[in-house]
């Protein structure tokens, strides 16, 4: 038994020694998926934490005391998320920016909630991340359901009196969004004609497609991914329907158009402004051009929520995590690269910043 | 208004059911001549879309845009080169094992079609691979109130390719030499065997056969629909293998019945009950048919000779 202790304390050893952190240096983190098929996603994110970590030390530091960034890759697996937010935890990182992927942000923040590390992911947008996280969970991004209230407004304004059919592919994004819109289409005083389920990955949706034409649809509201969104609208289209297609930010991808063709003309969908295009971005957006890095996606996201951290640290006095969280939600509007934003009970922004984008001729523009 | 929906879902239910058919085909020939489902046959579909999808985009860059030119290559290349996999599937994966034991094959067909699914995904990459359309447009047939009956070109060109695909293959199964071999190995393959004919070859032919088909059927799905990725033949390959088993398998014009059955029955429980529930529907109406008529709707019930 004593044995088996010393062994144990034997390997156990050179971890302990590892996790303690040098004095004068607070110890963050980047993760994402740094690997895999999301890995240009990871890649914005480093940049963007590196780039507000550099500028903050520049200044002063936090506290006194400079940033160390480390980086941790989950490849958008959840079980590696799990085991990197874990090795974080130990090496004493008080707050992680991250992760990319809904998928592995929610298991990590479970981690992360029990060692007491302070969370803001600049990309997850499932609402489940901050609705069942703890005192730990923080997003700069939008929420899922926040685009179904740009989007159901809209259609309220824009599509009165016209026959409006709700689709969605029962996932936790599609149905979300898809009910979200509803909701406050129907509170604008607006009523669908239809609501119906179709299911994902197929490829036929003619028998769906034909059921909408019965019903006379002008308009059509879908609560899913590009590929199945591409396939109904190019078989409405062959059907001879004159429809619009308004849906969700996973329409902006040119896979979309690739399906389409021509018959994508005219799909709206709710997608974040661009933060490059932000007054407030202008200083920064000019660093990373002079490194000749185009802050595109995620990049500004990833800055801001370094940044925001650093603010409320500052304010706080600590960089306890839950000290910091604290003052994250009562304090603010925090100063950011992406503008000035609050933080909810939940750990949401207060103000989501969804525009609408239209799909012509090949390419996607604001409108 | 009721008829004109009802005439469209038909023509939905007749082209998806086309599609299907020409995919059992495949499955019910081979399980006739060796009684073995072929796993992989659904597999073999999806690389024939494949194939077509590598030439169309070969023949946009070599300049070569007129549609109907450019069908016609992609049609013969994929088709021969499914052939091939065909070919090579049996002689690697089946012939080996021909008088192991009865799982053997079944479970080397399981392990073909993990084999071609896992190639596809990591050559051609695991996102959806689309196709835009080629052939816009079509009829309008008739119109009722507000509501106009469509029936593209598109589907026209699968009703015309698989009734004609169909119609080769039933005169090359009735009224040539090869044909007569097929039926009679699918009759007792060991006397067929003594009394001359090359039951090996005739085997081989057989998956040659099935995977042309099945490319032609990819062909049509990429052309149709314009998305295709790794994972359509497995899909595709459960629905035209219960339409093989609802038609009765081993029987030739019973695997085209059962596609166009399955494909009917999931067309016209979207139209008129709940979508999602359309492959419950079915499989039950499957199940419920399985019980009545144990051999399907067109399968003969096998004499026990003593």
Not at chain 1, 32 to 47: D, I, R, V, W, Y
Not at chain 1, 53 to 79: F, R, S, Y
Not at chain 1, 254 to 266: H, K, Y
Not at chain 1, 268 to 294: H, Y
Request: aromatic share 10%.
């Amino acid at each position: 038994m004593t044995k088996t202790l010393r062994l144990a304390g034997m390997v156990l050893l050179p971890f302990a020694v590892a996790a303690v952190p040098a004095k004068a240096q607070i110890q963050i983190a980047s993760a994402g998926p740094l690997t895999g098929s999301n890995a240009t996603f990871g890649a914005q994110m480093k940049e963007g934490a590196e780039q507000a970590v550099a500028d903050i030390n520049a200044h002063g530091g936090v506290l006194g005391k400079q940033l160390v960034l480390t980086e941790g890759d989950d490849a958008c697996d959840p079980k590696q998320a799990v085991s990197i937010a874990n090795q974080l935890a130990d090496k004493g990182i008080v707050f992680v920016d991250g992760h990319f992927c809904s998928s592995s942000s929610i298991p990590a923040s479970k981690v992360y909630l029990e060692q007491g590390v302070l969370q803001i992911s600049p990309a997850s947008t499932n609402p489940a991340f901050t609705d069942n996280g703890g005192w730990n969970t923080f997003r700069v991004c939008g929420r899922d359901d926040q685009q179904g209230e740009v989007a159901g407004e809209y259609i309220a304004a824009h599509f009165k009196g016209q026959h409006i059919a709700i689709l969605h592919d029962n996932t936790a994004y599609g149905k979300g969004l898809a009910d979200e819109t509803k909701k406050f289409m129907n509170k604008a005083g607006v009523e669908e004609t239809l609501y119906t389920a179709y299911v994902p990955g197929e490829r036929d949706y003619s028998a769906l497609v034909s059921r909408l034409k019965a019903a006379d649809i002008n308009v059509i509201y879908l609560g899913g991914y590009q590929t199945e969104a591409g396939l109904i609208i190019r078989q409405a289209k062959e059907q001879g329907m004159k429809v619009t297609l308004i849906s969700g930010d996973a329409l902006v991808t040119s896979e979309f158009w690739q399906i389409t063709g021509a018959t994508g003309e005219g799909t709206m969908m709710t997608f974040a402004s661009d933060p490059r295009k932000r007054p407030t971005a202008a200083s920064v957006v000019k660093e990373f051009q002079a490194k000749k890095i185009d802050p595109e996606g995620y990049v500004l996201y990833s800055y801001a929520a370094v940044q925001i951290w650093a603010e409320a640290a500052q304010k706080a006095g600590t960089t306890d995590p839950k000290k910091v969280a604290a003052e994250l939600k009562a304090g603010g509007p925090w100063e950011s690269v992406l503008g000035p934003i609050g933080f909810d009970a939940k750990g949401d922004v207060t103000k989501p910043d969804y525009v609408f984008y239209i799909w012509h001729d090949g390419s996607y523009h604001e409108m | 208004m009721g008829l004109a929906y009802a005439l469209q879902q038909l023509i939905n239910g007749i082209t998806l059911g086309m599609i299907y058919g020409l995919i059992a085909v495949g499955y019910t020939m081979v399980y006739g001549i060796i009684g073995m489902i072929n796993f992989a046959h659904g597999d073999v579909f999806m690389i024939g879309a494949f194939l077509s999808l590598i030439a169309l985009s070969g023949l946009a860059s070599l300049g070569i845009t007129a549609v109907p030119l450019a069908l016609a290559i992609t049609l013969v290349f994929a088709a021969s080169l499914a052939a091939l996999y065909g070919w090579t599937i049996e002689r690697v994966a089946y012939r080996p094992l021909r008088g192991s034991f009865r799982l053997a094959p079944l479970i080397s067909a399981i392990g073909m079609s993990i084999t071609l699914q896992n190639f596809a995904q990591v050559s051609q990459g695991a996102r959806v691979k689309p196709l835009a359309p080629l052939l816009p447009g079509g009829l309008v047939l008739t119109r009722a109130g507000g509501f106009a009956v469509q029936l593209s070109w598109m589907q026209i060109a699968i009703a015309v390719t698989t009734v004609f695909c169909l119609g080769v293959f039933t005169w090359l199964v009735t009224r040539t030499p090869l044909g007569r071999a097929m039926r009679a190995c699918e009759q007792d393959l060991k006397m067929a065997g003594l009394l001359g004919i090359d039951t090996d070859r005739t085997i081989g032919v057989t998956f040659v056969i099935g995977a042309a088909l099945a490319a032609i059927a990819g062909l049509l799905f990429l052309l149709y629909y314009g998305a295709i990725d790794f994972y359509i033949g497995f899909v595709a390959g459960v629905k035209a293998f219960t339409a093989a088993v609802l038609g009765g398998i081993g029987s030739l014009p019973g695997a085209v019945l059962g596609g166009l059955l399955i494909g009917l029955i999931e067309t016209f429980w979207s139209a008129y009950f709940s979508v999602q529930y359309k492959d419950v529907a079915a499989f039950s109406i499957l199940a419920i048919t399985l019980v009545f008529l144990p051999t399907g709707l067109l399968g003969r019930v096998d004499v026990e000779k003593v």
